[in-house]
């Protein structure tokens, strides 16, 4: 069985990245009620962005919702669960039958607008298959940035550090959770979602959907069409 569960855990990593190969330098586009979050999706995180890609392409988001809105934090959305979710119902545990690998890496970091993989406690720090995160985040003191060096025993680049002084992030979450993109366009729009009112699971009081996610062909995010 183990044998059986590790050649299919393989033939999904490479699936996954052959996806991302084929989609490199595309951007999804995200329609809500507010309107549109236009987010690029990295290059150097194959697995995951291919698994964004496929899941897009198979309209896998149509219909979900932020499930969970934490103004300053995160928006955060993609549980299956979420579809057909009655009011007040507690969503965050739906998830597929696959884990994607982590592509945690330096570069990457937890920058306002920020496209971070959502996971629960995984040793190897796999992320969800469906469920991403975007960062709100907020702008911190050199003096704050230090303490969190200190804690988490990474080092912020210069740039790094002048992103979360200027235009903020969530620090805290680099080395623990990949990220995989970042919005392009349409901070305002993850803005307004991050500021609905809530309950104490967090979870919007009115029903925030994504009526459609979509992958734009290469040619067109160039600019040629």
């Known amino acids: 069985m183990k044998k059986i569960l590790l050649a299919l855990s393989c033939i999904l990593a490479l699936t996954l990245t052959a996806a991302a190969k084929k989609t490199k330098d595309t951007k999804v586009i995200i329609e809500t009620e ?33 499930h969970r809105v934490i103004p300053n934090f995160v928006i955060q959305g993609g549980d299956p669960d979420s579809k057909h979710a009655k009011p007040g119902q507690t969503l965050g545990n739906g998830d597929l039958k696959y884990r994607v690998p982590a592509e945690i890496n330096d570069a990457d970091f937890h920058k306002r607008g920020a496209l971070g993989v959502a996971r629960d406690n995984t040793p190897d720090k796999s992320g969800s298959a469906c469920q991403f995160y975007i960062v709100v985040g907020r702008k911190y003191a050199d003096d704050e940035l230090d303490k969190i060096s200190k804690s988490t025993k990474r080092t912020f ?45 967090d979870r919007p009081n009115k029903d925030i959907r994504m009526l459609s996610v979509r992958v734009v062909k290469r040619k067109k995010f160039l600019g040629i069409f």
């Open 157 to 201: 680049t210069p740039a790094q550090r002048e992103a979360y002084k200027t235009i903020g992030g969530t620090p805290h979450l680099d080395g623990n959770y990949t990220v995989f993109g970042e919005v392009l366009e349409g901070m305002d729009v993850v803005d307004k979602i991050a500021n609905e009112p809530r309950n104490g699971a």
């Open 34 to 66: 507010y309107g549109k979050i236009v987010m690029k999706l990295y290059a150097n995180t194959p697995k995951n962005t291919g698994n964004m890609v496929k899941l897009a392409k198979e309209h896998f988001y149509d219909s979900t919702l932020f």
